[in-house]
């Protein structure tokens, strides 16, 4: 199985800041990577897919980059919506694994 | 617009089993899978299996072959989700989400609004 790391496990930050999350595979993956944002008792939302392509809908203050094993989420300029859970998740092969997820709380 | 509406909360004694539904609309139910998604309190995202709505073909997470079944009613546009011999640690939201196979499009790109499952005696 290939396994999702995520780095940091958990980020402080205040509104303005740029925000990077980063997501290693185990193994090569080419692009077949996409990026989730969850929130308190809420389904997560799709916001990058094939590494670097945002979903439709999604503000541009985020996009993704990377092939292979290492890939990154940014967020240009944090926002109060933003705060929240963030999780990367492997498309490349069975089991469709995801990371353990990165929390951006509020400085 | 696409919409996967999941059945209610359900609580289960141990050994019981659980039959989770996800009624989809807004798109050809058929042209899609449908992946499982679970999530234990406080914890990160656990994918469980995924069916194709076009054939019926599955793939399951080796840690829940043998106890886990997924199907499909295109009739109805349904996809269900049975897990049995339900222990403690099945406790969990268990989402559906559609499976968003291509190319250049790989994803889940919608989600159902999640169903609790609690495993107690």
């Known amino acids: 199985d290939i396994q999702l790391t995520q780095s940091p496990s958990f980020l402080s930050a205040s509104v303005g800041d740029r925000v990077t999350i980063t997501c290693r595979a185990s193994?090569?993956?080419?692009?077949?990577l996409a990026w989730y944002q969850q929130k308190p008792g809420k389904a997560p939302k799709l916001l990058i897919y094939?590494?670097?392509t945002l979903q439709s809908g999604v503000p541009s203050r985020f996009s993704g980059s990377g092939s292979g094993t290492e890939f990154t989420l940014t967020i240009s300029s944090l926002q109060p919506e933003d705060f929240a859970t963030y999780y990367c998740q492997q498309l490349n092969s069975y089991p469709r694994t995801f990371g353990p997820g990165t929390k951006v709380d509020i400085k | 617009q696409v919409q996967l509406v999941q059945s209610g909360a359900e609580v289960k004694k141990p050994g019981a089993s659980v039959k989770v539904s996800c009624k989809a609309s807004g798109y050809t139910f058929t042209s899609y899978g449908i992946s499982w998604v679970r999530q234990a309190p406080g914890q990160g995202l656990e994918w469980m299996g995924w069916?194709?709505?076009?054939?019926?073909?599955?793939n399951y997470a080796q840690k829940l072959q043998g106890r886990v079944t997924m199907t499909t009613d295109t009739s109805t546009s349904t996809a269900y989700m049975e897990l049995r011999s339900l222990r403690s640690d099945d406790t969990a939201v268990y989402y559906c989400?559609?499976?968003?196979?291509?190319?250049?499009?790989?994803?889940?790109?919608?989600w159902g609004q999640g169903t609790l499952v609690t495993v107690s005696s």
């Open positions: 069916i194709s709505a076009y054939n019926g073909n599955t």
């Open positions: 193994q090569g993956i080419s692009s077949y």
């Open positions: 094939a590494a670097s």
């Open positions: 989400a559609r499976d968003r196979q291509t190319a250049v499009a790989s994803s889940f790109d919608y």
